[in-house]
């Protein structure tokens, strides 16, 4: 499974809006020059997101985008899921019907708890702790041959 352009620019959309919507609407022009956004894409995005809840609109002077919750209430996989649909690595996953051959399937458990990994990290993630992550100064410590980037990636040397 790979997320589509949409559903990463809608992400990105999200944690800005998250970042810079205090109290007032943010114009989708601003998200998309911040984000490297094309404005003509944002704007297909929009409605998606905002049919889950996720943000709404005002139009007019004055108006623009608001988050539809607080940042800690929205996770990557509702922005995902608004954008992309139901999340599944395989076909077999999307339900009950969605395969014949699972009870004598060898890989479809590996499959489910693969899926069930991702879900849960995604939905772990929510826009604050993105917000926050962005915010924090980035320190790098040297244990053990590992750099560490702010606890959060670790890369061999």
């Given amino acids: 499974m790979q997320l589509t352009r949409r559903a990463e620019y809608g992400i990105r959309a999200m944690v800005d ?6 109290s007032q609407p943010v114009m989708s022009k601003d998200i998309a020059a911040r984000q490297d956004i094309p404005v003509k894409f944002l704007v297909q995005i929009v409605p998606d ?3 889950a809840g996720l943000i709404y609109t005002v139009r ?7 988050l539809g919750k607080r940042p800690v209430e929205i996770n990557l996989r509702q922005i995902v899921e608004a954008i992309e649909g139901p999340i599944a690595l395989n076909q077999c996953l999307l339900g009950e019907n969605g395969c014949t051959r699972k009870p004598g399937c060898a890989i479809h458990d590996v499959w489910r708890q693969a899926q069930s990994q ?3 990290v ?6 604050a702790r993105l917000v926050e992550t962005k915010k924090a100064p980035q320190t790098t ?6 750099i560490r980037v702010s606890n959060e990636t670790e890369v061999e040397v």
């Fill in 118 to 120: 991702m879900l849960s």
């Fill in 141 to 146: 410590h040297v244990v053990d041959s590992v």
């Fill in 49 to 51: 997101l905002k049919s």
């Fill in 122 to 127: 995604l939905e772990s993630t929510t826009l």
């Fill in 17 to 22: 809006l998250a970042a810079n919507s205090e």
């Fill in 60 to 66: 007019g002077n004055g108006g623009g985008i608001y």
